[in-house]
């Protein structure tokens, strides 16, 4: 029974915290723009990180050690330093995004300029990861998290022609004025939402300071392939709303009010308060995620001591790192730049890096000496090999899509 409930807790704090701020902006711009005719990349995007978290989790239930640690040991630290560098990078600008929607949504509910939540939020975050449990943030707003369920709801309450749904999830191509430009751009944008690489570094130095073992495979693996979908569908519904309220009357989103607004059509105050509390969950979480995620690759490509589950005073560095970084998060935003346009390019950006983010991992994981007869299987291995040429093919083409389409306009 304990263990039914562990698997239980799991699934529903990864579908609680499946969604961040990239996928609460990249999916209601696309449903205003497109419809539902980029739900295949939703579906395309949880396929993958499912593949891939689940490979970083077998690694550390097997191994003990975290998927960054031995990509140095086993790549060289040249190579290391590459993949540091682009998932560092992207991971930073991805915190300054949450940190952002965090104060976008105190914003929402009080009137209250952001900017002025800008650093109290991010000093939040700093004394939950200094005095919370690992095991008590993760669970705590991954369940908060679930209140984004009100987006599915909603979208039901609004009555859509589910029927118009259908027939825009099944013929993807651009509409109206669209361009396959732009299809093409925000194609990858919300690839990139669905497989930013923080998630997997998180999820694998998470699986360290939960010390898995191979008895805990089977919850890994629950989560990922359980949670991760179910949490897809939040993304999907988020979609549907914006189809549904914005695509017939040719408006755009631009803004935090208006991907929650659904839910308050739908359900008055009461649906604009849960909404409200939904995002401050999956904001907040996903800035506790990165910033340890920040910390986590740093520390561990230097071999530094890390985690929550040392004292402070002796992991120091592994602290520091994330202080500089949450800084560096304030000072960017109260330059006054536009946190959705953050969270725009930081998904974009994203799937830049996503090649150097998920090919060490494939490698790790069909590694003998490390896995043992946990390395992946045949058919894994094809699947995976398939993604990584699209991970590649994305991470190509997103630069050029951006100018070409000056960033989907």
């Not at 359900?267 to 969950?281: C, D, E, P, Q």
């Amino acid at each position: 029974m304990k263990r039914l409930l562990a698997v239980t807790l799991g699934i529903l704090t990864a579908i609680g915290g499946f969604v961040d701020i990239g996928d609460l902006v990249t999916n209601a711009l696309v449903g205003a723009r497109f419809g539902m005719r980029l739900s295949w990349v939703v579906v395309l995007g949880v396929i993958g990180i499912c593949l891939y978290a689940e490979m970083s989790g077998r690694v550390v239930a097997i191994t003990g050690r975290p998927v960054f640690d031995l990509i140095r040991e086993r790549l060289g630290r040249r190579t290391g330093l590459v993949t540091l560098a682009a998932s560092f990078l992207v991971t930073l600008l991805t915190l300054i995004a949450e940190i952002g929607g965090v104060a976008l949504a105190f914003e929402l509910a009080t009137g209250v300029n952001y900017l002025l939540w800008v650093p109290l939020a991010a000093l939040a975050v700093w004394l939950v990861i200094w005095r919370v449990k690992f095991s008590r943030l993760e669970t705590m707003f991954g369940l908060m998290g679930l209140l984004l369920i009100v987006f599915a709801v909603a979208l039901w309450k609004l009555g859509p022609d589910w029927g118009e749904l259908v027939h825009q999830a099944s013929n993807p191509h651009p509409v109206g004025h669209e361009t396959w430009a732009t299809y093409a751009y925000y194609a990858i944008a919300l690839f990139g939402a669905a497989m930013t690489p923080y998630e997997v570094f998180f999820f694998s130095s998470g699986g360290v300071e939960e010390k898995w073992t191979r008895r805990d495979l089977s919850v890994a693996r629950s989560n990922v392939l359980i949670g991760f979908p179910l949490g897809g569908l939040l993304s999907l519904a988020i979609a549907g709303c914006a189809a549904v309220l914005y695509l017939p009357a040719g408006i755009q989103v631009e803004t935090l009010g208006q991907v929650t607004l659904p839910a308050a059509v739908a359900f008055g105050k009461v649906g604009l308060a849960v909404v409200l509390i939904g995002v401050f969950a999956a904001t907040f979480g996903a800035a506790l995620e990165t910033a340890l995620s920040s910390g986590y690759t740093i520390a561990q490509y230097f071999g530094w001591q890390w985690g929550k589950f040392v004292r402070p005073r002796q992991a120091s560095r592994f602290h520091l790192v994330m202080i500089v970084c949450l800084l560096l998060a304030i000072l960017t935003l109260m330059t006054m730049v536009d946190p959705v346009k953050v969270t725009e390019y930081s998904v974009v950006f994203a799937a830049v890096a996503l090649p150097l983010t998920y090919l060490p991992i494939l490698i790790i994981a069909n590694d003998p000496d490390y896995m043992g007869e946990h390395v992946n299987g045949r058919v894994l291995n094809f699947f995976a090999q398939l993604y990584l040429g699209l991970l590649l093919l994305a991470s190509v083409a997103a630069i050029p899509l951006m100018i070409l389409t000056r960033a989907g306009r």
